[in-house]
Structures are given as C-alpha cells and as structure tokens.
C-alpha cells in the first residue's frame, strides 16, 4: 500500500456529529443497560464456577478474583506493576504521537519524501511488532526504553497516516487566501493546518491511546522485570489464575481511561462543532 | 486608494499528466482603471480563475506581466483582496474571528480589530451573528462574512472569482447590491468574474468577454449607465440593451 494511495482526506470531521438531547428514557437505558449487561455477565460467571465445571484453577470464581484484587492492592503490588505499565504506555504514546506527527507533517509537505520513506514505512506495518519485539529487547534491554519503543512503534503508523491525511486535507482555496494575507509560514501552521487537521489527529490521538497500551504489553510479555504484562507472566506460570483476571481487568480500565481522557479532550478542542457548523 | 490592474501578453498554461503543455489562458493585454468595476465573463473552462489566480499572484504567468500600478505582481499582497464561489470560512472561528483574521495575520492589535470588525457588522448584514460558528449560517450569510473578510483589510483591489455563484437568485441580488454600495464608498479596484449577465451589467463599468480556452478577450463592452444605481435601473430600456450586447458577444463566442 502507497500512502499516497489513502482515500483523499475528508475535509469534514470524521466523527459522528454530537446527538440532540435525548429522550429522557433513552437518556436512563443509556447508562443502565451497560451496567445489566455487565451484571449478566458476572451472573453467568458465578453460575458457572458454582456448577464446579472447571477446575478452580482454570475459571476462578469472581468473589477469588476480588479477594485476590484486595490483596494486591493492598500489599502494593498491583500499583507497582500498573504504575510501570503506565508509565510506559504514556512514554510510549508521546514518543509515538510526537515522531508521528512531525514525520507526517513532513510527509504531507514534501511528495519527495513520501516516496523515499513510505517502502520503509509500510514494510515497518506490515510486520508484527510482536514478532520483531525480540530485536528490541536485544538492542535496548528489558527495561523501560524497550517498552517505550515497542508502543512508540505500534502507534506511530496509525498516527502517522492520520497526520498525512489531516494536513493533506487542508482546503487549499484556505491555504491561497491566506498567502493573499501574506501569512508568514509560522501562522499558516498555527491558524489554518493545525486547526484544520485537528478532528483528524484527534482521532488518532484516540486509536493511539489503546494501542500504546497494547504496545507497553507486548514489550513486558516478551521480556521485562515488573509491569502488569509482567504479572500476568508471572501468575500464569504460578497457576495463580485469579491475579492473571485481575491484571487483565487492571489494563482494561487503563486502557478505557486513556481512551476517555482523549476523548473529553477532543469534546473540548472541537467543541466549535456542536455549536453548529 | 484603489489600484490600476495591467494584464500584459499575460498567458498561462498548466502540464497535462502526458507532459503535454495546455494552453489555459491568453495572450491577453487589458487594464482595469483604479477605481473601477469590471467584470469577466466567459465559458467555463476559458481561464478565468486562472487570470485571478495570476492577478493574486498565487500562481506565475507561462508568458507576459500582470502588474499592480506599475509593479510586476511577483506574490500574493495583502492590497489585494479575494474571494471565491466558496466563502471559505474557518468553521472553528466565530463569526467575529472570522472577519479578524486578515488583521491578525497583519499583527493589528486586538481591539483595534474587533472594533473594525464590530464595524462592519451592521452593513453586511450580521449585526446579531458575530458569536455564530459558521456551520449554523446559510449560504448567503457564509458568503456576507467572506466579504467583510475580504473588506476588512482595505484593499486596493478587490479579485472576485464567481462570488456570489452558488447562491439562490434572491440572495445574490441582494448581496451584489450590498457589494455595489460598499464599492460606491470606497471605489476598490474591482475585477469580478461572474457568469450572470444581469449582474454583470447591473453591477460593472465595464464587462469582458472572453473566448474559449485559451481565454482572450472576445468583447470589451462600456456600461454607461448613471451612478449610483438601483435595481428598478435594471427595467430600463437602457440597460436592456447593454445586457443584449453582452448576450450577444457570449454567444458568439
Ligand atoms: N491546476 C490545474 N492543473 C491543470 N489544469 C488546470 C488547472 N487549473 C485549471 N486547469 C485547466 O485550465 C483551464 C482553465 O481553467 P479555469 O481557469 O479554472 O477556467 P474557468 O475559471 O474559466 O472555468 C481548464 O481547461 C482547466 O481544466
Ligand atoms: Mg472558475
């Protein structure tokens, strides 16, 4: 795939426009029918352990996984481990984002390094990072910076592609009236790209947030020394499957709070589109 | 102040993907006086928003010299207003933001533009509009603010390129009447493409014709009616017969 083979970038945001107000029945089953199904399936869980079909050590029950969450938090662990991870994936997504959105801006500026970069790109997608986070771990250890790089990895080419996409679309009758206002460079970047790209980089911006965490994960699955990747490792090993749920359920709240935090910032920046547009 | 524009042997000509040459525009020689209205008509296709594009300085000439008073037009210059079929909003900015953002770029102080935005207002039309984002405008409003966009700034030379051409017949009216008063105070140079004939006569000094691509001047018609005009002008014989002529330069070309 070319990049300059992607779909000529909308101009319109791409997210959905903000709903009216909703009925005030919708508005309640909104929020309540999330919960009962959360509920069923806990129910179901609880019904299955107590039916003893598996082994205690296979589906542990729910009120084993909550003991078993009490426990690490209280002793700390759980903190350790998700305070690394996070560190991590937030590493990982600002390095990722940062070289994403300067490469791309270059890209988008200059047909010449398009052509240069994107084999090196694609072929850089299109493989696995599981399959090349070995390689990594060799050349930059198992500490943190190999975490760092595996997430950068993972949300560069998403990002990348968006910011291409973004600044591409700038609406070039934009781009000549303001070279008719004599519009330094600096304030063309300011008032017109990077306000105009932003639906799109905010978009990537929230497909980045989940990955990097995937990202972080795949460097402490491969090889590390604490991290809730880590953890889940570790537990396994031990067949002590309920810390194995409670670290999976400790990145699945990360992973929905990253992806929250981007979200309310992109309500906030694009907050002129439910004003009318 | 208003400026004279000068089109000399101006041509222009665009690379087909086959690396063939495709002649869009000219050779065309002509002047806009400083201080005048001249409008462009022309099948579509002829090069008339490439002669803007020149004239912007937005684009360079493969042959000839287009210039401001005597200078060759070598960019873009903030004496020179545009505007598009497109208003060409930021849909991020107010109403009001909109309007100051010629200002801004120019480095004008704060209250001095939304004075001069604030200004303007009430003549375009949009006194109660200045906190509207302009998704919730209509068409014609859209286009009201790219005109005090384009104001805003003082010009010299206004470069229109079919303005007011994706509006309803009712609202171009108006809003061409709106733009004949602004002019008629401030006697910008104006060089406005259109392909309504009325208002072309109703609006011009003077209406230019061009062929087919490559564009040259096939018509350089006088409009000698009274100013300042109206609309009830528009029913005299003596406009009448302007708007014939101009019909009648269109269609032979
Ligand atoms: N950027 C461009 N690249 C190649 N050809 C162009 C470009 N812009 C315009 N043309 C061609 O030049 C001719 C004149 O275009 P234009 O100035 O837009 O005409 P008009 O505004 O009178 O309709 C047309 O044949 C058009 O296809
Ligand atoms: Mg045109």
Redesign the pocket.
Known sequence: MQLNALPKSPTRPLTLPLAGRPHPFRRFSRRLIPLLSLGLLLLGWQVVTMLELYPAFIIPSPAAVLEKAIEVTGDGRLWLHASTTLAAVLSGLAVGVLAALALGYAIAKSVLLETVLSPVIVALQSTPVVAYAPLLIIWFGSGLTSKIVTGALIVFFPMLINTVVGIRGVPSDLRDLLRSMEATRWQTFVKLEVPAAMPVLLSGLKISATLAVIGAVVGEFVSANAGLGFLINLARSQYDTPLVIVAVLTLTVMARLLYGTATWFERRALAWRARGR | MSARITASELAAA?QTPDGDT?P??GPVSFHVEAGSFVCLL?P???????LIRLLAGLQRPSRGQALLDNHVIMQPSRRVGLMFQDANLMPWRTVLDNLTLPLEVAGVPKDERLAAARALLPALGLADFEAAYPGALSGGMAQRVALGRVLIQKPDALLLDEPFGALDAMTRERISLDLMDMWERQRQTVLMVTHDIHEAALLADRVLVFSR?P?RIAADIRVTLPRPRRLEDTYGAAFGQIAGQVRAAISRT
Do not use: M, P
């Not at chain 2, 579509?44 to 490439?50: A, L, V």
């Open positions: 665009y495709l869009a525009l022309g579509s296709g002829c090069g008339k928003s490439t691509r564009g």
